[in-house]
């Protein structure tokens, strides 16, 4: 088999071994920096932790293969990184909350710890490339696509509205105001309903040539609603 790197690279050595932990500590450090400096719950640490550790589980994987396989007769080298995945899915779980007003955060460094740690298996079988390239990719997408992603939105017009109002017929007017301004369609979903509130969340499409912000002012002004919010 022909290899880019030098076969001792592959083979389980202390080099091989080496390396590849510290190159799944250097990943998990630079995907973590960025996650950490906005301070979410995941953090610098957090995905060296992930990285290196799903590294090391491949690492002994591959050991257990090399070793053993006579004896055990089974030569599943996937299957402690298979529970590496299902085991991150329930950490990256405790990332993701609902904030006020029914707001979800969280989901991307969750997405960040699994990601993390597909690149730390990557990383300890020794698929370089793979797990290099994946890591650039990876980065770049948590790093700099959210600040692309708002042009994108902004250019549609496509609102996620949290709507606290009177009653029924408060939101109805307000239904009845998207559509008069041209929103294409006002899907709804009921929050909360009490005898003197109700709690909505909207999705709804508005024109390029209406301003959103102008549209919810009026809104907020409007006899029965409480407030309106674009999440």
């Not at 707001?103 to 699994?114: M, N, Q, S």
Request: proline fraction near 2%.
């Amino acid at each position: 088999m022909y290899y880019t790197l030098p076969d001792m690279f592959y083979d389980l050595n202390i080099v091989s071994v080496s390396v590849r932990l510290i190159l799944a500590f250097l990943i998990g450090g630079i995907i973590g920096m960025e996650r950490g400096s906005g301070h979410h719950p995941a953090g610098f640490r957090t995905h060296i932790l992930v990285c290196v550790g799903s590294a090391l589980v491949m690492v002994t994987n591959q050991f257990l293969f090399d070793h053993y396989y006579i004896l055990i007769n089974n030569g599943d080298v996937a299957r402690l990184g298979a529970q590496v995945i299902t085991g991150v899915g329930f950490l990256g779980a405790g990332t993701i909350m609902v904030a006020g007003k029914q707001r979800v955060k969280g989901l991307t460094t969750a997405a960040g710890l699994w990601a993390s740690a597909c690149i730390g298996l990557a990383v300890g079988i020794g698929f370089y490339s793979g797990a290099i390239i994946g890591a650039i990719l990876i980065f770049l997408s948590i790093a700099f696509l959210s600040k692309i992603e708002p042009y994108f939105y902004g250019k549609t017009h496509k609102l996620d509205l949290y709507l606290e109002a009177e009653n029924i017929k408060a939101f109805k007017k307000v239904k009845r105001y998207l559509k008069d301004h041209g929103s294409s369609s006002v899907e709804s979903s009921i929050i909360s309903l009490s005898d003197t509130k109700i709690i909505i969340n909207i999705t709804t499409t508005l024109p390029s040539k209406e301003n959103p912000q102008e549209i919810l002012a009026r809104i907020e002004n409007m006899d029965g609603v409480y407030m309106i919010e674009d999440l």
